[in-house]
């Protein structure tokens, strides 16, 4: 079983930015590859970015291209994901999640979702 801690939500203003963090105080998430989604109201859980268990692959969806970047520091046993020029619609809770699959991409078998992290952006 892998424990997943997601932090760093919190309110920005469009165009603003916010960091996000996953963490596991129980596991090695160098083991993994892992995944960010988000959920927003009303709508479904959607992939955002993924990375394989080197941090040598990133994968994204096309609405966040270019302002996020997802990175992994194996010494800290963290997945981060920097949300530069953020949107209105970037907004809904954001989570992390492990990879079955061993991938990153948005075809993996994800699982072990934490928490999740609320983001909330202001027009």
């Known amino acids: 079983q892998v424990q997943l801690v997601e932090s760093g939500g919190g309110l920005a203003q469009a165009g603003g930015s916010l960091r996000l963090s996953c963490g596991s105080s129980r596991n090695t998430l160098s083991n993994y590859a892992m995944g960010w989604f988000r959920q927003a109201p009303g709508k479904e859980r959607e992939f955002v970015a993924g990375i394989d268990w080197s941090g040598g692959a990133t994968y994204y969806t096309d609405s966040v291209k270019g302002r996020f970047t997802i990175s992994r520091d194996n010494a800290k046993n963290t997945v981060d994901l920097q949300m530069n020029s953020l949107k209105p619609e970037d907004a809904a809770v954001y989570y992390c999640?492990?990879?079955?699959?061993?991938?990153?991409?948005?075809?993996?078998?994800?699982?072990?979702w934490g928490r999740g992290t609320q983001v909330t952006v202001s027009s």
């Open positions: 999640a492990v990879d079955h699959y061993n991938s990153g991409t948005r075809h993996g078998r994800y699982d072990y």
